[in-house]
């Protein structure tokens, strides 16, 4: 899905109650990896994720986004031109505060932060989800009274092998695998792993081997190095490195809530986001992948980086930097893995970004 000019697109996501634009397209210069303003749209009510994925309009292009408020819902957008238009209504998602969607077996499922629930919706012929069929419902807690008095899904994602859906809950410490049914939709839980207490999962991220995933902590500055087992459906903690350096002590580290995690094409490093301490840390992986280790932090050409996300050449890293209002974007030295600041883009209260 190309602009006119032959630059690419990305979509970027925004909480409107906080003054933001909703969803905003944007061209992507291929030589530069600069961001140009399209068109947006505030049809939908904080749409703070979104994912692409393919429909029956024209063009076939379809952008799925949350809209995190409560009781919560989803949206499908034709995304064929400069303007995301709305397909249909918004859907309820049958939970609060969703965070996170995702596409899995031909159906669309939320991570519901403020319910702790994963929901599953049917995908019409249009792109457009259809109502709730399955809710499965978190159980638990964690003891940061504060964060952890009850389940909170923060993000619901298919492993690599298309044949489990994994949900990362931050008020259980806890990642849930999930099997789906692929004639009725029906999502059941497989097995639970459980993280050190406290720590506050927010996010995965996958090896391209396949075999190893990546949990970002929020609640302390780390990462868990998993193993990933997709013929049995068993995820394996191995592994936890700090993502901030040891300076970073204290309050600096107290008042730093990680967001992001994303893994290199070629799986030599790791990219984190910080919000509060409003960095990017780099750190490089292993032969083996069972082994991460902090290089060093840079500033994410703002504040409170809430995402991360790669270009697909793997060239360009891009933080959306909700409180500053902007989108950075980054060339990735290739041989250390370092992020430099190119460019910046206004963008009100940006909380997403992803890429055609």
């Not at 995965?204 to 049995?232: K, Q, S």
């Not at 990680?258 to 790791?270: M, N, P, Y």
């Not at 050409?301 to 409180?323: M, V």
Request: aromatic residues 4%; negative net charge.
């Amino acid at each position: 899905m190309d602009s006119s000019n032959g630059a690419g697109r990305a979509f970027i996501g925004s909480f409107t109650s906080a003054g933001g634009r909703g969803i905003t397209a944007a061209a992507v210069d291929r030589e530069t990896g600069a961001l140009t303003v399209l068109g947006a749209t505030d049809a939908v009510p904080d749409p703070s994720y979104l994912v692409l994925g393919r429909g029956g309009g024209p063009g076939g292009a379809v952008l799925y986004a949350v809209s995190e408020t409560e009781p919560g819902a989803v949206a499908a957008l034709d995304v064929t031109q400069d303007i995301p238009r709305p397909i249909g209504a918004l859907r309820p998602v049958e939970g609060d505060g969703p965070t996170h969607l995702a596409l899995a077996g031909g159906r669309l499922l939320t991570a519901n932060y403020g319910s702790g629930s994963v929901t599953v919706l049917p995908v019409g012929a249009d792109g457009s989800p259809g109502a709730a069929g399955s809710v499965l419902r978190h159980e638990g807690g964690g003891p940061d009274a504060s964060r952890q008095e009850s389940p909170h899904a923060h993000q619901v994602l298919p492993d690599p092998s298309g044949s489990w859906v994994l949900s990362v809950d931050l008020g259980t410490d806890s990642v849930r695998v999930c099997a789906l049914d692929p004639d009725t939709g029906v999502l059941r839980l497989h097995g639970e792993t459980v993280l050190r207490p406290g720590t506050g999962p927010r996010h995965l991220a996958f090896h391209p081997d396949g075999a190893h995933a990546y949990v970002l902590n929020e609640l302390e500055p780390t990462v868990t190095v998993c193993r990933w087992d997709a013929v049995a459906g068993v995820l394996e903690t191995v592994d936890e490195t700090p993502v901030l350096p040891p300076e970073a002590t204290g309050d600096s580290a107290s008042a730093s809530y990680a967001s992001e995690v994303v893994v290199s094409h070629d799986g030599r490093f790791l990219w984190v986001a910080n919000r509060g301490h409003d960095s990017i840390s780099v750190l490089g992986l292993d032969a083996s992948g069972e082994k991460a280790s902090l290089v060093t932090t840079v500033s994410c050409g703002g504040r409170w980086p809430r995402d991360l996300a790669l270009d697909p050449t793997g060239r360009r890293l891009y933080a959306a930097n909700e409180r500053s209002g902007n989108v950075a974007w980054f060339a990735v030295d290739q041989a250390t893995g370092i992020p430099v600041q190119e460019g910046s883009l206004e963008a009100p209260a940006a909380s997403c970004v992803v890429f055609a």
